[in-house]
């Protein structure tokens, strides 16, 4: 059974601090996908970052930086240069296969509150 | 390109009552979700679409949810009856190929 664990409830920091949320995901399978969606107050999901298990190439997009590691079976997301506008809930999420369209399975999520 | 489009976004009934929430994928994507997203919770599968087929609803609880996605586009969800502990955020998601979009939700306050 696929499991994703993100075991930060809830983190806050202060505007400009870089900060990393942690994502851990169990599967059996050799080929998947791993995900990061931001969900801010308004509810909706906003894709971030798709990355394929046989990839471990670290990704960077502007202040976002992802660390994919398949030892340790973790898919980490660091925010740098905090803003306040970083506020959300932040799901790590898995996909058990390349085709994509398979469901998602997500962690609880972890809730950032970046402080002006 | 426009996104997945939902309705209703907010939505209180009490318990017993009936209600159904609409989705509207993006175009041209042939694979539609239904998740719920209880609070403090990531979202689960409840049912999944190919084109106007049922590929997954084994986690759809079928004695009081449906689903039906006419002509492989528009879909519906129904509960009939809600209960208390279906308040939660009903979400629609459409992908093509690799990524899942989701559409803003409807929230259920079931009292």
């Known amino acids: 059974a696929q499991k994703v664990t993100q075991a930060q409830t809830e983190i806050s920091v202060v505007e400009k601090e870089d900060v990393t949320l942690d994502c851990v995901y169990e599967t059996r399978d050799t080929t998947y996908y791993l995900f990061w969606y931001k969900q801010p107050p308004s509810g909706e999901l906003v894709f971030l970052i798709r990355?394929?298990?046989?990839?471990?190439q670290n990704e960077i997009s502007g202040r976002y930086s992802w660390n994919f590691q398949k030892s340790t079976s973790s898919f980490n997301f660091t925010i740098t240069a905090s803003q306040v506008v970083d506020s959300a809930v932040y799901f790590c999420?898995?996909?058990?296969?390349?085709?994509?369209?398979?469901?998602?399975?997500f962690g609880k999520g972890t809730r950032l509150s970046v402080i002006a | 390109e426009a996104g997945v489009a939902q309705s209703p976004r907010y939505k209180i009934i009490e318990k017993r009552q009936s209600v159904a929430f609409w989705c509207n994928p993006i175009?041209?994507?042939?694979?539609l979700y239904w998740y719920q997203q209880i609070l403090g919770q990531g979202p689960k599968l409840l049912i999944q679409?190919?084109?106007?087929?049922?590929?997954?609803d084994s986690q759809l609880p079928k004695d009081r949810f449906s689903a039906e996605r006419l002509k492989g586009v528009d879909s519906t969800l129904k509960i009939q009856p809600a209960k208390l502990e279906d308040s939660a955020v009903y979400l629609c998601?459409?992908?093509?190929?690799?990524?899942?979009?989701f559409g803003p939700g409807t929230r259920l306050l079931v009292l």
């Open positions: 175009s041209g994507h042939a694979t």
């Open positions: 679409f190919q084109n106007n087929g049922v590929v997954d």
């Open positions: 990355r394929n298990s046989f990839d471990e």
């Open positions: 999420a898995l996909s058990e296969d390349q085709s994509g369209n398979t469901p998602l399975v």
């Open positions: 998601a459409s992908s093509s190929w690799e990524t899942q979009y």
